[in-house]
């Protein structure tokens, strides 16, 4: 996961995404979704950003935590979600990734 790091700072937005493609099924920390969604947004994939974040939202186990816990708000954070925020239908694919 080093490689996407340095593949993010010192190589091409497309070499970046061809590894994050190769990856994206292990166990990653939400610096490599932000870096692939930075990438894909830059290449004009608004498809794939918003398969990223469903990826991305998938992974932080909202559904296992109680009502009492505080969900992982960092996660609306980002500049490049709130025009998925935004958008009703992506809004809905986020949830129904997140959610089940």
Partial sequence: MKLL?????????K???????RIKDLNLGE???EEA???YRYLGQ???VLEVVERWA???????A???Q????????????HEYLENEESLKRIREAIFG
């Fill in 5 to 13: 790091n340095l593949l993010y700072m010192k190589g091409s937005p």
């Fill in 70 to 81: 505080v969900r992982p708000m960092s996660f609306f954070m980002y500049l490049f979600m």
């Fill in 15 to 21: 070499d970046t995404v061809d590894y994050y493609e």
């Fill in 46 to 48: 608004k498809e794939k």
């Fill in 66 to 68: 109680s009502p009492t």
């Fill in 31 to 33: 610096l490599y979704y």
């Fill in 37 to 39: 969604c930075i990438c």
């Fill in 58 to 64: 998938k992974s932080k186990l909202w559904d296992v």
